[in-house]
């Protein structure tokens, strides 16, 4: 039997950061690799630091297309919250056409819906809650479009492994190797309940030692808070703006209203998406 060719696609998380190997990162993705057959695998990832839907869509999903894989992972979205240019819109569309052409090819999907980013660094309320409002509809669209496609999808946006600081680095945003773990081992669980993973799970214990708290501080004041820095840039004046847009609201009692907005956003953003192909024979 053929191995299982497995194409991962994504972000920071997929890339592995958070979790050192060598000179470089190994993630969740490449520890779930190994398991998904009884005999070596056959594994890409694709996935790129600071990618968007449209970096996925443009850049990634080509090279995927071209390697014809069993098993894809699409994981990405929260860098879109964290951009001025954020519109659930756009977000929708573009993970509908890398979901679609992933799937016309036969290609089984495995999807996630994530934390918000504004809870796991720690901001104020008002900081927060806008925040997580955008990641919410992040998720609710991969919610709906993981049913649309038969995806393999995990609720990673819930659970005890969230407040558990153990499964963190420390730029909080990423886990570290326990973190990394746990997303391969839960993965590994969901495809081997349909038979698409025959090999062994992966070890939910570190191989490595957890980093220091020097060492953890040094990398946050360093590359982390770069990285953070990269990534929120442009949106910090549109969070300010949010966030006064939040105090307001608090104070009328009329906070449920920008709920209401966004869930219509979203609802708007799937209703206009098109009649999925049926997917090719595998």
Do not use: K
């Given at each position: 039997?053929?191995?299982?060719?497995f194409?991962?696609?994504?972000?920071?998380?997929?890339?592995?950061?958070?979790?050192?190997?060598?000179?470089g990162?190994?993630?969740?993705a490449?520890?779930l690799?190994?398991?998904?057959?009884?005999?070596?695998?056959?594994?890409?990832?694709l996935?790129?630091s600071?990618?968007q839907?449209r970096d996925?869509?443009?850049?990634?999903?080509?090279d995927?297309?071209?390697?014809?894989?069993?098993?894809?992972?699409?994981?990405?979205?929260?860098?879109?919250?964290?951009?001025?240019?954020?519109d659930?819109?756009?977000?929708?569309?573009?993970?509908?056409?890398?979901?679609?052409?992933?799937?016309?090819?036969g290609?089984?999907?495995?999807?996630a819906?994530?934390?918000?980013?504004?809870?796991?660094?720690?901001?104020p309320?008002?900081?927060a809650r806008?925040?997580a409002?955008?990641?919410?509809?992040?998720n609710t669209?991969?919610?709906a479009?993981?049913?649309?496609y038969?995806?393999?999808?995990?609720?990673?946006?819930?659970?005890?492994?969230i407040?558990?600081?153990?499964?963190?680095?420390?730029?909080r945003?990423h886990?570290g190797?326990r973190?990394?773990?746990?997303?391969?081992?839960?993965?590994h669980a969901?495809l081997?309940?349909?038979?698409l993973?025959?090999?062994?799970?992966?070890?939910?214990?570190?191989?490595a030692?957890?980093?220091s708290?020097?060492?953890?501080?040094?990398?946050?004041?360093?590359?982390g808070?770069?990285?953070?820095?990269?990534?929120?840039t442009d949106?910090?004046?549109?969070?300010?703006?949010?966030?006064a847009d939040?105090?307001?609201?608090?104070?009328?009692?009329t906070?449920?209203?920008?709920?209401?907005r966004?869930?219509?956003?979203?609802?708007?953003?799937l209703a206009a998406?098109s009649?999925?192909?049926?997917?090719?024979a595998?």
């Open positions: 039997m053929r191995p299982t060719r194409v991962a696609l994504g972000d920071s998380l997929t890339a592995g950061v958070g979790d050192p190997c060598g000179d990162w190994r993630g969740w490449a520890l690799a190994p398991g998904l057959d009884r005999g070596p695998g056959d594994f890409t990832n996935a790129q600071g990618a839907t996925v869509l443009e850049r990634q999903l080509p995927a297309l071209a390697l014809r894989p069993h098993l894809a992972s699409v994981v990405v979205g929260v860098n879109d919250t964290l951009r001025r240019t954020f659930i819109h756009a977000v929708t569309t573009r993970l509908d056409e890398v979901y679609a052409a992933l799937t016309r090819q290609t089984v999907l495995l999807t819906c994530l934390p918000d980013p504004g809870a796991m660094l720690g901001l309320g008002s900081l806008p925040l409002r955008r990641q919410r509809a992040v669209v991969v919610h479009l993981s049913d649309r038969g995806a393999v999808h995990l609720h990673a946006a819930e659970g005890d492994w407040t558990d600081r153990a499964m963190w680095s420390a730029d945003l886990p190797e973190g990394h773990r746990q997303l391969a081992l839960r993965f969901l081997a309940e349909r038979g993973a025959t090999g062994r799970a992966p070890s939910p214990e570190p191989t030692p957890a980093p708290t020097s060492q953890s501080l040094w990398w946050l004041a360093t590359a808070t770069g990285w953070v820095a990269r990534r929120c949106l910090l004046p549109q969070l300010l703006r949010l966030a939040e105090i307001r609201h608090r104070a009328r009692g906070s449920a209203r920008l709920d209401l966004t869930a219509a956003a979203v609802s708007a953003a998406l009649v999925p192909e049926q997917a090719d595998a």
